[in-house]
């Protein structure tokens, strides 16, 4: 037996990204998978990563005696996971950078336990008018829990490549070899 194949042609090659602006499409739902539950660690960790102080995340004696009876998740924990879902399927390799964040919300509360799930609707995009080779998109991301109920919205708007100067650039930095 031998381990040559017939033809002995290359094996092709498929290298993970995100999405050219090109490949960006308005109007289109991407579901991010797998979902990612929350644990107490994660909680306790970014809060405190973050200096953030606020006993209604690390005090569950204080958080007791609160509205909700118990410790919410950080906020801002539940907007990274969201952003973070995304990269994988949108912006991994092609994101220039980060223009902004708007119109974010957090609707109902995230506990320890729950699991996040995360989608981002394109809303628009346009070519640079400054930047050659880039464009401008802007998302609409939305993360629901275990339950389908909504615990955040954002609009975020970002600056990708275009695919002819990703694929230039890959080729002159050795990234694509």
Known sequence: M???SPTDAPMREVVQRGLWFEEFEEGVR???RPGRTVTEADNVLFTTLTMNPQ???LDHAFSAGQPFGRPLVNSLFTLST???QSVAQLTLGTLVANLGFGEVAFPNPVFTGDTLYGESTVVSKRLSSSRPG???VTLAHTARNQDGVVVA???????????E???RAAATDGAGA
């Open 82 to 84: 969201l952003v973070g």
């Open 134 to 136: 880039e464009g401008v």
């Open 165 to 167: 100067a990703g694929e």
């Open 30 to 32: 991407y579901l991010h």
């Open 153 to 163: 919205t954002a609009s975020r708007t970002m600056l990708v490549q275009t695919r």
């Open 55 to 57: 006993p209604l995340h």
């Open 2 to 4: 031998t381990d040559t």
